[in-house]
């Protein structure tokens, strides 16, 4: 009996008509488990849903297991890896000279907490156009397991030394410095992890994404603050968060009456659906108040702490010119002789 063929359905793609598959990137070659390959994921999922061109990407890192990971998606974006700490410098000349591309940072705990953090204030404080991932897992995974600055005071080794120092809340200091999106996520919660991204990918200024990270090799055990059973058993989400992209109306789960919702700068919506009575996501004061109780009480908060969306950016404090540096031809760029000539006269 003849059989009819099944024909194979059309591969899913998004609003460029593009597959998952164009936002993929190389095979990992971290450890199997690792927290990170969780976040990586995540990106590929929210530029693919956000409809991004993986060429209009810029993406930099550092020095760590995390600042490898931009090896794993976006195969087609531009890329380079600085040196450890050293990535807000380079970051910053490659968006003063490519604004109209997204550019995309990932760091470490250590990248940005230790060598880099005279770099990571700076780039928070002038609100750059740049999404900036910490894959925090609270120790050096490069070299063996030993604490990194945001390890938490009283967390324990594999080898059962304790940290006797209090650590460094980056998403604290990225808003006191002056980012304009602050958050923190955890690299097992998918959903909530997603929705922070495609939000960050609208945002027009520095979002600073803390992601807990575990490390399966030196810091998921008994006494790690940074394991996954613990930020499983302790995480305090300050708001369930919802995003609207602007060119498309989808329904979210939220309460009447308990929303807080910011238009980004696309005209994509972030909803928030306010867990603590105090929840004002704009109220700098309140967003550090909320992150300090937490750490008295040994909570993992996470959410959108903080967020503004009328603050310019630097690239318009600069008064930046429409077209790319990278695009103006070397005339317009660079000054010839007799305009130098005049400057040094007029120092004499």
Do not use: W
């Given at each position: 009996?003849?059989?009819?063929?099944?024909?194979?359905p059309?591969?899913?793609?998004?609003?460029?008509?593009?597959?998952?598959?164009?936002?993929?990137?190389?095979?990992?070659?971290l450890c199997?488990?690792?927290?990170?390959?969780?976040?990586?994921?995540?990106?590929?999922?929210a530029?693919?849903?956000?409809?991004?061109q993986?060429?209009?990407?810029?993406?930099?890192?550092g020095i760590?297991?995390?600042?490898?990971?931009?090896a794993?998606?976006?195969?087609?974006?531009?890329?380079f890896?600085?040196?450890?700490?050293?990535?807000?410098?380079?970051?910053?000349?490659?968006?003063l000279?490519?604004?109209?591309?997204?550019?995309?940072?990932v760091?470490?705990?250590?990248?940005?907490?230790?060598?880099?953090m005279?770099?990571?204030?700076?780039?928070?404080?002038?609100?750059?156009p740049?999404?900036?991932i910490?894959?925090?897992?609270?120790?050096?995974g490069?070299?063996?397991?030993?604490?990194?600055?945001?390890?938490?005071?009283?967390?324990?080794?594999k080898?059962?030394?304790?940290?006797?120092?209090?650590a460094?809340?980056?998403?604290?200091?990225a808003?006191?410095?002056?980012?304009?999106l602050?958050?923190?996520?955890?690299?097992g919660d998918?959903k909530?992890?997603?929705?922070?991204?495609k939000?960050?990918i609208?945002?027009?200024?520095?979002?600073?994404l803390?992601?807990i990270?575990?490390?399966?090799?030196?810091?998921?055990?008994?006494?790690?603050?940074?394991?996954?059973k613990?930020?499983?058993?302790?995480e305090?989400p300050?708001?369930?968060a919802g995003?609207v992209?602007?060119?498309?109306d989808i329904?979210?789960?939220y309460?009447?009456?308990?929303?807080f919702?910011?238009?980004?700068?696309?005209?994509?919506?972030?909803?928030?659906?306010?867990?603590?009575?105090?929840y004002?996501?704009?109220?700098?004061?309140?967003a550090?108040?909320?992150?300090?109780?937490?750490?008295?009480?040994?909570?993992?908060l996470?959410?959108?702490?903080?967020?503004?969306?009328k603050?310019?950016n630097?690239?318009?404090?600069?008064?930046?010119?429409?077209?790319?540096?990278a695009?103006?031809?070397e005339?317009?760029?660079?000054?010839?002789?007799?305009?130098?000539?005049?400057v040094?006269?007029?120092?004499?």
């Amino acid at each position: 009996m003849a059989t009819t063929p099944t024909s194979t359905p059309a591969p899913k793609t998004n609003r460029l008509g593009l597959q998952v598959i164009d936002y993929r990137g190389g095979k990992t070659t971290l450890c199997a488990g690792c927290g990170h390959n969780a976040i990586s994921e995540r990106v590929i999922d929210a530029m693919y849903e956000m409809g991004v061109q993986p060429e209009r990407v810029l993406k930099l890192s550092g020095i760590g297991c995390s600042s490898k990971t931009p090896a794993y998606f976006l195969s087609r974006a531009h890329s380079f890896n600085s040196l450890h700490g050293r990535m807000p410098s380079v970051a910053t000349g490659a968006v003063l000279a490519n604004r109209d591309m997204l550019s995309i940072g990932v760091s470490g705990d250590g990248d940005t907490a230790s060598i880099g953090m005279g770099q990571f204030v700076h780039l928070m404080r002038r609100n750059l156009p740049i999404i900036y991932i910490i894959e925090d897992n609270g120790v050096y995974g490069l070299t063996k397991g030993q604490f990194s600055a945001t390890a938490d005071l009283g967390s324990k080794q594999k080898s059962g030394v304790i940290n006797d120092l209090p650590a460094i809340d980056t998403c604290a200091l990225a808003i006191l410095m002056g980012a304009t999106l602050v958050a923190r996520s955890f690299s097992g919660d998918k959903k909530q992890l997603l929705t922070m991204l495609k939000a960050a990918i609208a945002h027009r200024g520095t979002v600073m994404l803390d992601v807990i990270s575990p490390c399966v090799t030196f810091n998921d055990h008994e006494g790690s603050t940074k394991s996954y059973k613990y930020v499983q058993d302790h995480e305090e989400p300050i708001a369930e968060a919802g995003f609207v992209p602007h060119f498309e109306d989808i329904s979210v789960d939220y309460d009447p009456g308990t929303t807080f919702d910011v238009t980004m700068h696309d005209g994509s919506r972030l909803r928030l659906r306010k867990l603590h009575e105090d929840y004002d996501p704009t109220n700098r004061t309140n967003a550090v108040k909320n992150l300090m109780e937490a750490h008295e009480k040994g909570e993992v908060l996470t959410g959108i702490f903080y967020i503004d969306t009328k603050k310019p950016n630097f690239v318009d404090l600069l008064q930046m010119t429409e077209t790319p540096l990278a695009h103006l031809p070397e005339e317009t760029v660079r000054p010839p002789k007799s305009v130098l000539d005049e400057v040094m006269e007029s120092l004499r």
